[in-house]
């Protein structure tokens, strides 16, 4: 288990799968825990389908962007050798780089890697993160690694953060984005949420859940929150769909001031983790 803890109680089924949820760290896991080589065949049967030419413009990501840009400044992370696990057509990996970090992506699908190379001109790592096996002077290297909306996917999160936290400068950041098992929505709906969805997702992290892997696997200092979703965003969305502002900002307020409650008490629909290497000066 992801705390160490023992006290394991049934949670939901899905789709034939068991989901079980500690209870001494709320984390979710799926049982059977798939092969990896059943894991392949599965998303080589599944993928992706996406216009490249349409993704490099959106705005959701943008705003995405600049706030984690935002989170990490304070903590003295402002650029340097930037690693993108799973970094897909590479929205992230293309935002860091206009801003000046050196970005490396790592991306197993050969469309996205493609893309990647012909639209940043970097080196693209074609691999899976567990089958890398880097050079001895990738060790350290890092200034900042993400794995945005991946951990859910892996088998052994712990051998993420372990080879994360190695790859990692002495003051190096690991951000981690991944639904959050605390949800409103999925305390609501339980399996019926769209994130439970084995066995593409196989494991649900909780704030408590996420800081004790971070504690366990090295890491000296954990910020970990539910983000708001952006204000304006939602706004421009409802205006275009009530075709009216003033409503438009009334219904905006609204669902902003639930999203923020949730966000405060930990149940939003995302967790997002940064975790630094060192100890805090
Ligand atoms: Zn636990």
New binding site residues.
């Given amino acids: ?5 023992k006290k394991l109680s049934h949670w939901d089924n899905k789709d034939g799968y068991h989901i079980y949820a ?1 209870g ?4 979710g896991s799926v049982y059977p825990r798939p092969s990896v080589e059943e894991l392949t065949e599965f998303y080589e049967s599944h993928q992706e389908d996406v216009n490249l030419k349409e993704v490099s413009h959106n705005q959701a990501h943008d705003l995405a962007f600049s706030e984690v840009k935002g989170k990490l400044e304070p903590l003295g992370i402002t650029g340097g050798n930037m690693l993108d696990v799973a970094a897909g057509y590479g929205w992230l990996s293309e935002r860091f780089h206009n801003v000046g970090y050196n970005v490396t992506p790592l991306e197993i699908a050969p469309v996205f890697a493609d893309h990647m190379r012909k639209t940043l001109s970097v080196d693209v790592i074609q691999s899976s993160f567990e089958d890398w096996k880097p050079s001895n002077d990738h060790y350290g290297r890092y200034d900042l690694i993400i794995m945005w909306q991946i951990m859910e996917h892996v088998l052994y999160p712990d051998e993420w953060f372990t080879k994360a936290y190695q790859l990692l400068a002495d003051g190096g950041a690991l951000v981690v984005t991944t639904p959050n098992f605390d949800s409103v929505l999925i305390s609501l709906l339980k399996s019926k949420e769209g994130h439970i969805c084995p066995p593409e997702h196989l494991n649900f992290f909780s704030v408590d ?1 996420i800081r ?1 892997l971070s504690n366990r696997t090295g890491f000296k200092q954990s910020h970990v929150s539910c983000p708001v979703e952006g204000t304006d965003f939602f706004q421009e969305k409802l205006t275009r769909r009530l075709n009216s502002k003033p409503l438009a900002r009334l219904t905006s307020r609204v669902i902003q001031s639930g999203l923020r409650a949730a966000s405060l008490l930990n149940k939003g629909r995302y967790i997002q983790g940064i975790f630094i290497k060192k100890e805090s000066a």
């Avoid at 288990?1 to 803890?5: D, E, F, K, S, V």
């Avoid at 001494?24 to 984390?27: A, E, M, P, S």
């Fill in positions: 288990m992801i705390c160490g803890g500690c001494d760290c709320g984390h859940s004790a």
